[in-house]
């Protein structure tokens, strides 16, 4: 029995020493000091971009906790003497208390090392695969060469065409050279697919970046493992080589944006060809994987949209991102590891579902292998306080839970989200809504580059950069705020019932290779997209706890008395949203699952087919007899979906009340949200005679006699704790 059911049958007569006993035994077990809390350590605070001699004297005096080091100054521009400023720099922060990330890169994205990966090793320049399309009729023999501005063949071969469509099933391969080739056509008329490779050294992200940070904007390819490895022979080992004893004085490295680049970034014109991403042991993996020949489907990837198609465009993708995910994420985390530090980063665009396959293939899979998963995320006006998707911050807290890992870090970033440089100061109550938010989906280490000072300047552009910039009280507040709440949440256990399918293999199956910019390619999949954002609505209106659950981990999942595990979550209940495809794997798991106690709600549809047709029917008969559910009945369909455990109950609803659950040392840790922009109060009841409330605008701790009217100010946080 719990204490605080104890001393509920103690009786009247002990009522005064229960209350003594009680509140002694929560001083004893708490999971932050009075004092921790009242003046949070540097840890929790905000880690500002950023290590210099001014910055160690400055920061300190706006209450900041850590430094991001970007060292491509001192590591490239500044001569001989720069790299030896590096040691000194990280030993005078460690000395201050203050925790060291370094930035692996000179600028962004990360991969290029300011150009040096691509200038010593040409072959390494990432590439892209399009498609061209010559026709004729007859057997006569033709002669092809690629124009000038594609790099070589990849693959070529040649189609019958009847009744004005390609058989693709009847291609016969045509043997290449370099960017040449003659064949003879066949009787009747034909095609003839022609699959290049594009050099992406123009009007990709990586250009774009140019201007501002100085380097060549030449990118690699991140499926490539040896010119990863050039990438952390430039970057992090010659940065770590002036640090001694990093272990001790360096918490990580940390990568900004880096993907696959085959998105094209300019809006006012399209993109000379539509591309693929491409490396040369893409082939090999694909067959490994999914046990047939790649260059077969080569067209699936260019159009098509039957199920033979979009399978094969599903199979492409996993291969995409296994071969990614090994060079790039895991290859740094084994690096890192090996010397005793984290690795970590943000990523491109990691709100749309879309952007996942484009910039990764499988943003989640990718995520999985660094140590803490991260995102930044725009800082909302407050006119869109009540419908901004912060839920994004789930799917990287989902992987951290997924792997067993006791942080997520985000990036308060003042420019993305359509502001660009015009708002570099954003208000105080936007920074702190966006605290409350990510916190509530599972952040719990948060990172800034806002301007401390005021200033008046333009960039080489011309385009205005003016800051209004933070008075040290403004910016002091900020950080013991932040401090506050994640030192309650880091390490804490969200207690999620639920487990959130990511849908990521119908993203894609319809994801095409294109020539666009991305806000155009995303908004060809926005049906999709909604219907994802309508599913996680309406559990968030619910007040449903639940965690994003990645297929690779439902398939590798334990289950027992009516629940799923994966990595640090247990789930009772699966939500599958809009499948047309599941893995059989996954299908029996489900089965599974059911057998033993567990529910399966699925969304909107029941899937048609398996990874490969030829498991089809296997499928079909695991799923025989389910029944769909509306997204509107969603939350209605689902108990319980966090432990009795939990059982206090707060009003007003979901509309103006965010509840968030955790577990942490053995405690029952309660984040509650004020959504409004004015104070609310909140009623909270339940089987506790008292709790303890954490005020993170005070840094108050109290205990409080329950029922209790809580008044929360707007746009503010309040933590409430019980056993």
């Known amino acids: 029995m719990k204490q605080r059911n104890v001393i509920k049958h103690l009786g009247p007569a002990f009522s005064a020493l229960s209350a003594v006993l009680l509140n002694s035994t929560l001083a004893a077990a708490d999971v932050v000091t009075s004092e921790d809390f009242k003046n949070p350590p540097n840890e929790y605070r905000v880690t500002q971009y950023q290590l210099n001699n001014q910055t160690l004297k400055k920061y300190p005096q706006y209450g900041i906790g850590g430094c991001m080091a970007f060292f491509y100054n001192e590591l490239y521009r500044q001569g001989p003497t720069g790299p030896a400023k590096i040691g000194p720099l990280v030993d005078a922060a460690h000395a201050s208390g203050c925790p060291v990330w370094l930035a692996d890169d000179w600028g962004y994205p990360s991969g290029m090392a300011g150009g040096k990966v691509v200038a ?59 960017r040449q080739f003659s064949f003879e056509g066949i009787a009747g008329d034909w095609q003839v697919r ?100 790649l260059y077969s489907v080569l067209p699936h990837l260019f159009e098509g949209g039957d199920d033979n198609a979009r399978r094969a465009r599903i199979h492409f993708r996993q291969a995409v991102a296994a071969l990614l995910t090994d060079s790039f994420s895991k290859q740094i985390r084994q690096w890192c590891n090996a ?104 952040v719990n280490m948060f990172t800034s580059y806002l301007p401390l000072d005021p200033k008046k300047k333009k960039d080489a552009k011309g385009r205005d950069t003016s800051a209004k910039g933070y008075t040290k009280a ?156 509306p997204v509107g009945e969603l939350a209605s369909t689902i108990t319980a979906s966090y432990s009795s455990e939990f059982d206090l109950t707060f009003s007003p609803g979901t509309e103006q009340l965010t509840v968030g659950r955790f577990h942490k040392d053995g405690r029952l840790v309660y984040l509650l949200v004020n959504r409004k922009q004015e104070a609310i109060s909140v009623n909270v009841n339940g089987g506790a005679e008292s709790v303890q409330v954490l005020d993170p605008s005070t840094g108050e701790i109290r205990t409080e006699t329950l029922p209790v009217a809580l008044p929360i100010g707007g746009i503010r946080a309040m933590l409430l704790i019980a056993e």
């Open 474 to 629: 403004e910016y002091r507040f900020l950080n013991e705020y932040t401090g506050r709440i994640t030192q309650v949440l880091r390490g804490a256990r969200r207690e999620a019932g639920v487990g959130l399918y990511y849908p990521i293999a119908m993203f894609q199956a319809d994801l095409l290779a294109s020539d666009k910019f991305w806000p155009q390619i995303r908004d060809q999949y926005t049906v999709r997209q909604h219907a994802w954002d309508q599913t996680e609505k309406a559990l968030l209106d619910g007040d449903m706890e639940y965690m994003i659950v990645h297929p690779e981990g439902v398939a590798a999942a334990d289950i027992a008395d009516g629940r799923i595990i994966i990595g640090s979550g247990s789930y009772h209940t699966l939500v599958m949203p809009q499948l047309e495809f599941l893995p059989l794997a996954v299908g029996e798991q489900l089965k599974r699952f059911e057998l033993s106690g567990g529910k399966v709600i699925w969304v909107d549809q029941i899937p048609r087919g398996a990874e490969h047709a030829e498991n089809d029917l296997a499928l079909q008969a695991t799923l025989k007899n389910k029944r769909v559910s």
């Open 194 to 293: 022609i699959f290049a490779r594009y050099v992406r050294d123009k009007d990709v992200q990586a250009q774009s970046t140019m201007p501002q940070f100085g380097h060549t904007g030449r990118y690699p390819d991140l499926m490539n493992r040896e010119a990863i490895a050039r990438f952390i022979a430039h970057m992090h080992e010659p940065i770590l080589a002036q640090i001694t004893d990093p272990s001790q004085k360096v918490e990580g490295f940390y990568c900004n944006e880096p993907n696959l680049m085959q998105t094209h970034w300019t809006r006012a014109y399209d993109a000379p060809y539509a591309c693929v991403p491409w490396t040369d042991k893409l082939p090999a993996r694909f067959k490994e994987m999914h046990g047939y020949d």
């Open 120 to 178: 010593e090793n040409p072959e390494y320049e990432v590439k892209g695969l399009t498609m061209l399309e010559l026709s004729g009729a007859g057997t006569a023999r033709t002669e092809y060469t690629l124009p000038a501005d594609l790099y070589d063949i990849a693959y070529a071969c040649i189609v019958p065409v009847e009744d004005g469509q390609p058989v693709l099933t009847e291609a016969r391969k045509i043997t290449v050279e370099q």
């Open 339 to 442: 010397r005793g530090i984290k690795s970590s980063g943000h990523f491109l665009l990691n709100e749309y579902l879309s952007m996942h396959v484009q910039g990764y293939g499988d943003m989640m899979k990718f995520v999985s292998e660094f140590d803490v998963p991260a995102l930044d995320i725009p800082i909302p006006n407050p006119d869109q306080f009540e419908t901004f998707e912060y839920q994004q911050s789930r799917f990287f807290s989902s992987v951290a839970a997924w792997k067993e890992r006791d942080m997520t870090l985000m990036l308060l970033d003042p420019i993305i989200g359509g502001y660009g440089l015009k708002r570099l100061s954003p208000d105080l109550p936007l920074l702190i809504n966006s605290v409350n938010m990510a916190a509530f989906h599972g």
